[in-house]
T-cell receptor, first 117, second 112 residues
Framework: DTGVSQNPRHKITKRGQNVTFRCDPI?????LYWYRQTLGQGPEFLTY????????KSRLLSDRFSAERPKGSFSTLEIQRTEQGDSAMYLC???????????????FGPGTRLTVT | AQSVTQLDSQVPVFEEAPVELRCNYS??????LFWYVQYPNQGLQLLLK??????LVESINGFEAEFNKSQTSFHLRKPSVHISDTAEYFC??????????FGTGTRLTVIP
């Protein structure tokens, strides 16, 4: 039973560079979420996919951020022109939700820690 | 508006002593409440959840939480903690389309 995996686990980049993170959810899960966690804070919701459709985006997701889930399986989160304020842990979660809107448990990956210098 | 408040950022407690981690939420509609635990260098894991039914929910490792609608609380308790319970604990509320809103976390440190 493989859980949610994220790659890379750590990323150090210079300000202004673009970065891309990948999330592989649990295989039968149709819902995928991205969260951001900064030091001393709880995770903050960024965006959510049901299959390949991006259904909700937080106001935290500026136009420099883009997320995709092209085939309804893995997802990528890209940050363009990174800023020091983007330094955080980026968490991915997945759940096996039915379209009825049932509240399902979200399983989290280990996260990708981004450091922007 | 803050959805979840965890007033205690750090809670030190001696081994085998009881512990309570406080969580209060703000919502005018039905809520679904969760406690997640994050052990050092690991991802978030669901500890327990309240969706409906009995207001007292339990985890497999001895933690329990009680949903109190009148006090808008969902405090986490354990009668006797172990060293292995040292971790960060996050209370969360689910609103809307399954989005979780987390508190700022409480770091539980169990002292031998």
């Amino acid at each position: 039973d493989t859980g949610v995996s994220q790659n890379p686990r750590h990323k150090i980049t210079k300000r202004g560079q673009n970065v891309t993170f990948r999330c592989d959810p649990i295989s039968e899960h149709n819902r995928l979420y991205w969260y951001r966690q900064t030091l001393g804070q709880g995770p903050e919701f960024l965006t959510y996919f049901q299959n390949e459709a991006q259904l909700e985006k937080s106001r935290l997701l500026s136009d420099r951020f883009s997320a995709e889930r092209p085939k309804g399986s893995f997802s990528t989160l890209e940050i363009q022109r990174t800023e020091q304020g983007d330094s955080a842990m980026y968490l991915c979660a997945s759940s096996n939700g039915a379209t009825s809107g049932r509240r399902d448990e979200q399983y989290f990956g280990p996260g990708t820690r981004l450091t922007v210098t | 508006a803050q959805s979840v408040t965890q007033l205690d950022s750090q809670v030190p407690v001696f081994e085998e002593a009881p512990v309570e981690l406080r969580c209060n939420y703000s919502s005018s509609v039905s809520v679904y409440l969760f406690w997640y635990v994050q052990y050092p260098n690991q991802g978030l894991q669901l500890l327990l959840k309240y969706l409906s039914g009995s207001t007292l929910v339990e985890s497999i490792n001895g933690f329990e939480a009680e949903f109190n609608k009148s006090q808008t609380s969902f405090h986490l308790r354990k009668p006797s903690v172990h060293i292995s319970d040292t971790a960060e604990y996050f209370c969360a509320v689910m609103k809307g389309a399954n989005n979780l809103f987390f508190g700022t976390g409480t770091r539980l440190t169990v002292i031998p």
